[in-house]
C-alpha cells in the first residue's frame, strides 16, 4: 500500500523559510510528477509547484522567485524549500504523486497535509 508521509510545517514569521518533505513508501511504480498543492478553509485547492520525472518545473505565479521544489528519486521524495514567506501562503500544504498505471492510465496519491502558518 503507498503512503505519502509529508514533514516540515509549523510556524514561521513573515520573511521566514521553511522546507516540506514528502517522502512515499511502499511500491509506487513509475513517477509522471511530483507537486505541492494547497488548500484554505473555503477554497480550493491550487497547484503550488510541480516538477516531472525529467525535472521539468512548474511554479504559480504567486510563489515564483521565493519558492523552490526539488525531488529525490531514488529516495521518493519531494521537497518544497519556501523562502521569503507571507501570511498569505498560510495554508494546508498537500504532496502529490502522479504515478503511471497499465495500459495508459494515470493514478494520483496525496500527503495527509501539513499546515504552514505564517504569522508575527
Known amino acids: 500500500q503507498v503512503q505519502l508521509v509529508e514533514s516540515g510545517g509549523g510556524l514561521v514569521q513573515p520573511g521566514g523559510s521553511l522546507r516540506l518533505s514528502c517522502a512515499a513508501s511502499?511500491?509506487?511504480?513509475?513517477?509522471?510528477?511530483m507537486g505541492w498543492y494547497r488548500q484554505g478553509p473555503g477554497k480550493q485547492r491550487e497547484l503550488v509547484a510541480t516538477?516531472?520525472?525529467?525535472?521539468?518545473?512548474n511554479y504559480a505565479d504567486s510563489v515564483k522567485g521565493r519558492f523552490t521544489i526539488s525531488r529525490d528519486i531514488a529516495k521518493k521524495t519531494v521537497y518544497l524549500q519556501m523562502n521569503s514567506v507571507k501570511p498569505e501562503d498560510t495554508d494546508v500544504y498537500y504532496c502529490?504523486?502522479?504515478?503511471?498505471?497499465?495500459?495508459?492510465?494515470?493514478?494520483?496519491?496525496w500527503g495527509q497535509g501539513t499546515q504552514v502558518t505564517v504569522s508575527s
Open positions: 511502499g511500491s509506487i511504480g513509475s513517477i509522471n510528477y
Open positions: 502529490n504523486f502522479n504515478v503511471k498505471r497499465p495500459f495508459g492510465a494515470r493514478s494520483d496519491y
Open positions: 516538477i516531472t520525472s525529467g525535472g521539468s518545473i
